[in-house]
Nanobody
Framework: VQLVESGGGLVQPGGSLRLSCAASGFTFSRYAMSWYRQAPGKERELVAAISSTGRSINYADSMKGRFTISRDNAKKSAYLQMNSLKSEDTAVYYC???????????WGQGTQVTVSS
């Protein structure tokens, strides 16, 4: 089982990034996907989540209107489009897969996002 995040990097305030999470080793279409982030010295927090079918999406309040989560089951990938980035968005971003049964979950290794001028 693997979840591999990519797309992180250094961006200026107000800029955009698109994170990708490529899955392998499990039935991707039967797993809800979510993005979390963890800033230095802070707890990991939920950013956004999308159901296995893509019909249900949720965002943390501070991300609503700026971030968009999506998935492509054919490509076994999930995405996080981040716009209007702020310095406080600086963190390591992780993707997580949770089975529809709730019995299994997997984490990626994370990708660093740094928002700075």
């Amino acid at each position: 089982v693997q979840l591999v995040e990519s797309g992180g990097g250094l961006v200026q305030p107000g800029g955009s990034l698109r994170l990708s999470c490529a899955a392998s080793g499990f039935t991707f279409s039967r797993y809800a996907m979510s993005w979390y982030r963890q800033a230095p010295g802070k707890e990991r927090e939920l950013v956004a989540a999308i159901s296995s079918t893509g019909r249900s999406i949720n965002y943390a309040d501070s991300m609503k209107g700026r971030f968009t989560i999506s998935r492509d089951n054919a490509k076994k990938s999930a995405y996080l489009q981040m716009n209007s980035l702020k310095s406080e968005d600086t963190a390591v971003y992780y993707c997580k897969a949770v089975s529809d049964s709730g019995l299994r979950d997997y984490w990626g290794q994370g990708t660093q996002v740094t928002v700075s001028s």
